[in-house]
């Protein structure tokens, strides 16, 4: 592919990963952020673009300018529990703003478009692991602005001929193995980066939801896959798409659940550090276990997660932390 790729949102934690793999793997690259998360100093290289998909006429500009042969969307906002006390902002910005991004690849007649959907649009399982056929009942705005994007996009497709893949992550997690890239979420919400800041004295403690639940340890389990292993299932997603192929949907887990102190407790082995745990009751809709089933994945893009080691994924996390002010 000579052409260009458009990677939306490149400057946060998949972003920026995903642009520095399309250009180790040759791609022209062109990042589009408009910084609200995401960090300049994370894009690793390409051109980048200081703009926000609710500029239309920036959108515009940018697409005239290249002949993109596809896009890459990674800027929704992520945080459920923000999500449920402010609506309006993820479906704006997940939904809306998505739109202008469609309606622009549309005008300008690029056809082929990588969504970074997730695992929160089939709410409550009704069985894990959980695959393509598990019934969709996202159960808060966040889970829902992805839903609606992804039905929106089945509309596209018969109307206009845009192709896409969303691709349903579980836990993106771990760093770049190179240690050049890494989370800096503001604030934090995820588990192993918690657990580290924990390890690195960024924060006292570690609070663990909840010991009574229905798995070996009766802390939640839930499925890890490495930010990397992600980034390869967008670049064969592409060239899918770029092949001819159909419209598709994929859940990506590394197919292991893990539970709460089995993290605690690989992140204790590689650290060599204590960590504080702070015992903290049971958070509603809190499901015992939310686990994978990738095998859609493997057999049609060919997809083989390569980081799939729970004491992998915490290491390569762990060297970037250790490169964080304040630690220790």
Known sequence: MNNPILVVGGAGYIGSHMVKLLLAAGHKVVTLDNLAT????????????????????????????????????????????????????????NFSHTLNLLDAMVAHNVKRFIFSSTAAIFGEPDYVPIDEAHPARPINPYGISKWMVEQALAGYDRAFGLKSVCLRYFNAAGADPEGELGERHQPETHLIPLVLQAASKRRPDIAVFGRDY?????????????????????????DKLAAGGDSDAFNLGN?????????????????????????????????????????????????????????????HAWEWEKKMPACF
């Not at 990397?228 to 967008?234: E, I, R, V, Y």
Request: aromatic fraction near 8%.
């Open 38 to 93: 995401g960090h300049r100093d994370a894009v690793s290289g390409g051109e980048f673009v200081h703009a926000d998909l609710a500029d239309r006429a920036a959108l515009d500009e940018v697409f005239k300018r290249h002949a993109f042969v596809g896009v890459m969307h990674f800027a929704s906002s992520i945080q459920v529990g923000e999500s449920v006390a402010r609506p309006d902002l993820y479906y704006r910005n």
């Open 214 to 238: 229905d798995t070996p340890d009766g802390t939640c389990i839930r499925d890890y896959v490495h930010v990397m292993d992600l980034c390869q299932a967008h670049l064969l997603a592409l």
């Open 255 to 315: 197919g292991n659940g893990f539970s709460v102190q089995q993290v605690i407790d690989a992140a204790r082995r590689i650290t060599g550090q204590p960590i504080a745990v702070k015992e903290s009751p049971p958070r509603p809709g809190d499901p015992a276990r939310l686990v994978a089933n990738s095998e859609r994945a493997r057999s049609v893009l060919g997809w083989q997660p390569q980081y799939a080691d729970l004491d992998v994924i915490v290491g």
